[in-house]
């Protein structure tokens, strides 16, 4: 995306996460200033990065194809798999100027190209934008729950106000 960009990534251990995601901002910021000649400390990003736990299988592919087709959904590309910057580019063929970082945690799906073109419902987009925004687990309703609790992460499934005082 020309303002943002995603990753969805699958830690191996605790801590693994942040340190990833602080060395590849610096990095991108260093280049960038760098690339740019310009000099200081000042923000590139407007804010940190946002990340919110997925319950594997069918949550898992549900968050992958909402950050491939997000090119699609800007009305950037006719096809997901068209966006430059998209891993979904190494689906049909092999390119070695973009190489993959990983392989999958699940097998994708043999007909991936033909779903991600399609279009996710609203409801779909919603909580998936909702996760993001309040750092909420992504899954069945019992294993948000539990996820939550066992994560310290109550205040993501509660309503953002106060509660309305009792009479």
Not at 95 to 118: C, G, K, M, Y
């Amino acid at each position: 995306m020309p303002n943002h960009w995603h990753f969805v990534v699958w830690p191996e251990r605790d801590g693994d996460l942040p340190a990833f995601m602080q060395q590849v901002t610096n990095t991108h910021v260093k280049r960038w200033k760098e690339h740019r000649q310009e000099i200081g400390y000042g923000h590139l990003h407007q804010g940190r990065y946002k990340c919110f736990p997925v319950e594997t299988e069918d949550y898992f592919y549900q968050v992958v194809g909402y950050v491939e087709r997000n090119a699609l959904r800007a009305n950037l590309v006719e096809r997901a798999e068209s966006w430059r910057r998209s891993s979904l580019r190494r689906v049909e063929r092999e390119d070695p100027a973009f190489p993959i970082l990983s392989t999958w945690p699940l097998p994708r799906p043999t007909d991936w190209l033909q779903h991600v073109n399609q279009p996710q419902t609203e409801a779909e987009v919603a909580a998936l934008r909702c996760c993001v925004n309040r750092g909420r687990p992504f899954g069945d309703p019992n294993w948000v729950t539990d996820t939550a609790k066992r994560l310290g992460l109550e205040s993501t499934i509660r309503p953002r106000r106060r509660p309305k005082k009792q009479s």
